[in-house]
């Protein structure tokens, strides 16, 4: 009885051996074999392919010498210039574009101040095609030299077939988005993936979760995100969809019956409420200029009761759905990321204590809730890595990496 396809796991031992040398290069050959408990002929054999078809590049210590042989030590790490990928961010007022090399290194990024939610699709298009090209300019490289171009925005995103089924940046739904930037941009192979999933592989690869295959990321921005990292896999449901945290159904403390998160704990809510909250036209005028979440803070900075009240109420719904997220999961670590969180302690504060409220004793100690403030250039960068895990061939359609010791 036939019980493996040949191809697909040489497929899944390249995945795995191309992804060692990412996360520990540069590395030996003996060291990848114990890193992915494959056997040295086959780790060997892949490493060679590799170097011939120049994705990956030695390194020879010469007073570090291999003990069986007496030889040189060489050590592998990914060629920087094996290929080159795009990364874009969508953000409510403002797009982040980067380009990166095989390694993830940024050569370029820019930044476009716009407020995206209040054009169409096709000129955001334009808006998205006009910073990549110039992204790749900067870096000193042609189109033609990009290997994909991924791009990362809040909502449920249908990844395989690169829709946009809803996004609170856009009024329209099932926007073919990927295949119209590929069109753009002359065939450039474009993928499209929800914002939060960005941020959860950039967490893996360069941030507070480097060394950890199972944690969770929420995302407080215009709408709430949900990323999954399982064993070292980015969860996908169906079509490659990423839940919506937004979505969930919760009980608000002050209130009664069922609402949306979102409706009481995203940047989004919590902005539309401040400015029912605040009066005048000092304060009118700042959420007209797009600055209301400047405003918000500044607010709760000086202690305003009916923003302070709005902020621990959003903290306190977000605490009940992180607490039954940590029930379902066990996560050892909940990383926090949006620029609500520049709420601070205000918002923070409410949600740690009705984590702490809600947990059974059980899994009291079992979860660290972080918050981890990033930059536009991360977010993009995130998105440029999701689209260097596809180059690198991870056969089952996920981000996971390599099983490791």
Not at 8 to 19: G, P, S
Not at 88 to 115: C, E, K, Q
Not at 359 to 387: F, K, N, Q, Y
């Amino acid at each position: 009885m036939k019980t493996a396809d040949p191809e697909l796991m040489r497929a899944i031992n390249r995945f795995h051996v191309m992804d060692a040398i990412r996360r520990f290069g540069p590395i030996a050959r003996v060291e990848i074999s114990d890193r992915t408990e494959l056997s040295a002929t086959t780790v060997s054999a892949i490493t060679g392919a590799l170097l011939d078809d120049g994705l990956i590049i030695t390194h020879q210590l010469g007073g570090i010498r291999d003990a069986a042989r007496g030889r040189p030590r060489v050590l592998l790490d990914l060629n920087p210039d094996a290929a080159h990928v795009v990364g874009a961010r969508l953000a409510p007022d403002h797009i982040t574009i980067a380009t990166t090399n095989f390694r993830a290194d940024v050569r370029s990024s820019l930044t476009l101040p716009v407020r995206v939610g209040r054009h169409g699709v096709s000129v955001v298009a334009d808006l998205v095609e006009d910073g990549i090209r110039r992204s790749v300019a900067d870096a000193g490289l042609e189109l033609s030299q990009i290997s994909g171009v991924c791009i990362g925005l809040p909502g449920v995103v249908e990844r395989g077939a690169g829709i946009c089924r809803a996004s609170p940046l856009f009024g329209e739904r099932d926007i073919p988005l990927a295949a119209e930037l590929s069109r753009r941009l002359d065939g450039v192979a474009a993928t499209l993936d929800s914002d939060v999933n960005l941020v959860t592989l950039a967490e893996h690869w360069f941030g507070q979760a480097r060394g950890l295959d199972d944690f969770l990321v929420v995302s407080v921005e215009l709408g709430l995100g949900l990323g999954i990292m399982h064993k070292g896999e980015l969860f996908r449901g169906a079509n490659g969809l990423g839940p919506d945290l937004g979505d969930l159904l919760v009980k608000p403390p002050n209130g009664s019956g069922l609402v949306r998160l979102a409706e009481v704990a995203s940047e989004e809510s919590m902005l539309a409420d401040a400015r029912r909250t605040l009066s005048g036209s000092e304060h009118e005028h700042a959420f007209r200029l797009g600055r209301g979440m400047e405003k918000l803070l500044e607010r709760a900075e000086a202690g305003d009761p009916a923003i302070v009240a709005l902020l621990r109420e959003a903290g306190e719904s977000l605490g009940f759905a992180i607490a039954n997220l940590i029930v379902l999961f066990a996560p050892p670590k909940v990383i926090l990321a949006g620029a609500a969180l520049a709420a601070g302690e205000a918002l923070v504060r409410p949600l740690r204590d009705t984590v702490s409220a809600l947990l059974p004793p059980s899994l009291a100690d079992v979860a660290d809730i972080v918050v981890h403030e990033w930059g536009d250039d991360d977010w993009a960068r995130g998105a440029a890595a999701m689209t260097l895990r596809d180059l690198y061939g991870a056969p089952w359609g996920t981000t996971g990496p390599a099983a490791h010791l």
